[in-house]
């Protein structure tokens, strides 16, 4: 996708603050981070949202919820204490980059119901 944010990302054309990274995935620090630790992580391949996902992407987001996740989470020492996993999907979850993205926020005490 030419004019996506994160498929620049994700190919290296825009700059970023790299944690992980292997053949299918990135993961790099929020810009506007919401707490002490702010990671988003995308498939390095184009897909909207959710919503669009086929059976094809099955071990691509097995992948990112059983390997990286853990993984960034345990990286950033937030493994035990805690961390929330949000992926916003459409217009009411106010979703702005139309990239699929998982954002995991850490470090800091959260609170609910999420605004
Ligand atoms: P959304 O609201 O779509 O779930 O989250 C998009 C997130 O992407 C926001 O938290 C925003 O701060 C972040 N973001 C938007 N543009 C960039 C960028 O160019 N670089 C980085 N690292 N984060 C971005
Ligand atoms: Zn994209």
Redesign the pocket.
């Known amino acids: 996708m030419e004019d996506c944010?994160f498929c620049k990302?994700a190919k290296k054309e825009?700059e970023?603050k790299t944690v992980y990274e292997d053949d299918t995935v990135i993961a790099?620090?929020?810009?506007?981070p919401q707490a002490p630790e702010h990671v988003?992580v995308i498939p390095k391949k184009h897909v909207k949202s959710i919503n669009e996902l086929t059976s094809e992407d099955t071990a691509l987001m097995g992948h990112i919820f059983t390997e990286v996740l853990p993984k960034v989470a345990k990286e950033l020492n937030i493994a035990e204490g805690g961390y929330r996993v949000v992926i916003?999907t459409g217009e009411d979850a106010?979703?702005?980059?139309k990239h699929l993205?998982v954002?995991l926020l850490g470090g800091r005490k959260m609170t609910w119901p999420p605004g």
């Open positions: 944010i990302i825009i970023s790099f620090r929020d810009l506007s988003l916003n106010q979703q702005t980059v993205h954002h």
